[in-house]
């Protein structure tokens, strides 16, 4: 039996540490699905749709990558598409006590299993809002997003 994981997130953008995440979680599972969390909360800075076409663009020739999108429950989701895994990444203290919470109530209310894997250290720096900003701004981001992005992204100057 394949293991499959979920990858959840907003991913505006997708970051090089979104894609080391991925990338070594694929040593540990057959299969991962990027999972865009759709939150009308949320103001994003890309369309869900674009967002969907620069990460398909970067696993167009990995058939273990796929891209979902969802608007309910992350383990919802992880069940209408197989998957026994949530992974997710870390980067500090802070966000280990807000992955533990999560990850403890969606293994009581599913079963399903989280596993974090933490941020490589030359990328701790890096994350979404920060990129965002960047891109408000007009700086180029080529450094902290994957190179397959750098052409889907708008110049904003």
Request: glycine share 4%; aromatic share 10%.
């Given at each position: 039996?394949?293991?499959?994981?979920?990858?959840?997130?907003?991913?505006?953008?997708?970051?090089?540490?979104?894609?080391?995440?991925?990338?070594?979680?694929?040593?540990?599972?057959?299969?991962?699905?990027?999972?865009?969390?759709?939150?009308?909360?949320?103001?994003?800075?890309?369309?869900?749709?674009?967002?969907?076409?620069?990460?398909?663009?970067?696993?167009?020739?990995?058939?273990?990558?796929?891209?979902?999108?969802?608007?309910?429950?992350?383990?919802?989701?992880?069940?209408?598409?197989?998957?026994?895994?949530?992974?997710?990444?870390?980067?500090?203290?802070?966000?280990f006590?807000?992955?533990?919470?999560?990850?403890?109530?969606?293994?009581?209310?599913?079963?399903?299993?989280?596993?974090?894997?933490?941020?490589?250290?030359?990328?701790?720096?890096?994350s979404?809002?920060?990129?965002?900003?960047?891109?408000?701004?007009?700086?180029?981001?080529?450094?902290?997003?994957?190179?397959?992005?750098?052409?889907?992204?708008?110049?904003?100057?």
């Amino acid at each position: 039996m394949k293991k499959k994981a979920i990858f959840p997130g907003t991913f505006d953008p997708f970051t090089i540490g979104h894609y080391s995440l991925v990338r070594r979680s694929l040593e540990l599972v057959d299969e991962i699905v990027i999972a865009i969390g759709k939150n009308d909360a949320k103001t994003s800075f890309f369309t869900l749709e674009h967002r969907i076409d620069m990460i398909k663009s970067i696993y167009k020739d990995d058939k273990r990558v796929s891209v979902g999108t969802y608007d309910s429950l992350t383990v919802d989701f992880a069940k209408t598409v197989d998957a026994s895994f949530i992974m997710r990444g870390i980067r500090s203290v802070n966000d280990f006590e807000y992955e533990k919470t999560i990850a403890d109530m969606n293994r009581k209310i599913s079963g399903i299993e989280t596993f974090i894997l933490f941020t490589e250290p030359e990328l701790t720096h890096i994350s979404s809002t920060i990129v965002r900003e960047l891109l408000r701004y007009g700086h180029d981001v080529s450094e902290f997003v994957p190179k397959e992005m750098v052409l889907n992204i708008p110049d904003r100057k």
